[in-house]
């Protein structure tokens, strides 16, 4: 229908997709035939079918373990690659990636070989598919504070491949201020900053997020609407938030869609975007999103699309020539 039309036609695009959260489970058994890894599952369907998640350790169990088939550069090449077509098939024109080298470095997979991988992917696709995309280096939260130092130490020759950084994985008992040191060093670095809060973690979540890490934007951010002191100091300041309605459902954040509240964060004047989190594990990828959300809310229309989309522009990392080309 027309809506669905405008949905994957209007520019749009991406801010909150975990490049790994990518790796369909064709690819993991393609990659794992490929380097000889063995896999807990029989076959693809079997794997498909653990995909039954609770909440979000539930989830990142299976997405760590999925990563694992990851070895070479190809390999990174080959499921950033994947990505990029779906999202230019979804009328995505600038995506912003998330990754996390921690999930490899610590297998014994080099940094080098994650960034050269990616960053290929990156300049292939905007050659021969005229996307635009940059990558964010994401820290492991359930890690400590020194092991994303040194994370940090071994990007830093890669300054030039990474746009910025972010937070992830387990929110729940740790909170943003765990990593204020680390985050202030990016920040002297030039990096852009940003976080995951208010996914599953409290208000006070987001709250140190912007007022000790002193991120752009939060990931997520849902449970800012329990707080509304929070929800005007993000309205004040246009503070964009990344959010991701199928992985809010998969993971037990809202128990449907049309309990969502991404209505009432636009009506409250939120600067909202909608993302697509990890497409393989939560049933699809950013039209997905999309189409499925605005058939659930009724609030949610042509103008909200249009919203919607200019948002997610307005609150990329992109270069304000770029922007002002797809707005
Ligand atoms: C994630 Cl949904 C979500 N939340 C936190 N960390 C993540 N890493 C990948 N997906
Ligand atoms: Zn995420």
């Known amino acids: ?19 790994e959260g990518s790796l369909e ?25 653990a995909y039954a998640f609770t909440d979000l350790q539930s989830f990142l169990d299976i997405y760590y373990a999925g990563a694992s088939v990851l070895q070479t550069e190809a390999d990174f090449f080959d499921m950033a690659m994947a990505y990029f077509r779906r ?6 024109v600038h995506a912003e990636l998330f990754f996390d080298p921690q999930t490899h470095t610590d297998r014994g997979v080099p940094f080098e070989t994650v960034i050269r991988g990616l960053t290929r992917a990156r300049e292939t696709a905007q050659r021969e598919l005229g996307l635009s995309s940059a990558l964010i280096l994401c820290f492991l939260r359930h890690l400590s504070e020194e092991a994303a130092f040194e994370t940090l130490e071994e990007a830093l020759p890669w300054r030039d491949h990474f746009v910025g950084v972010g937070l ?21 670095l030039g990096l852009r900053l940003v976080a995951h809060a208010g996914e599953e973690g409290p208000p006070a979540y987001v709250w140190s997020a912007l007022d000790v890490l002193k991120v752009e934007r939060i990931d997520h951010g849902v449970r800012a609407l329990e707080d509304a002191n929070l929800v005007q100091r993000l309205a004040r300041d246009r503070v964009p ?34 993302n697509s989190d990890d497409p393989a594990y939560f049933g699809g990828y950013l039209h997905q999103n999309f189409v499925e959300t605005f058939a659930a809310l009724p609030a949610l229309q042509a103008p909200q699309a249009y919203t919607l989309a200019r948002n997610s522009i307005e609150a990329s990392f992109a270069q304000a020539s770029a922007k002002a080309r797809w707005i």
């Open 168 to 188: 992830d994985s387990s929110e729940r008992g740790h909170p943003p201020e765990k990593f204020a040191k680390v985050f202030a060093r990016c920040r002297e």
């Open 241 to 274: 938030l990344t959010v991701c309605p199928l992985s809010n459902v998969k993971l037990r954040v809202f128990d449907r869609l049309s309990d969502h509240n991404l209505g009432q964060l636009l009506a409250s004047g939120l600067v909202a975007t909608v």
């Open 87 to 92: 999202a230019v098939a979804d009328g995505v």
């Open 25 to 49: 489970p064709e690819l993991i058994f393609e990659l794992a035939r490929r380097n000889g890894v063995a896999l807990a599952y029989p076959d693809v369907d079997g794997l498909r079918r």
């Open 1 to 19: 229908d027309a809506l669905a039309e405008l949905l994957r036609t209007m520019p749009k695009t991406e801010l909150h997709i975990h490049i």
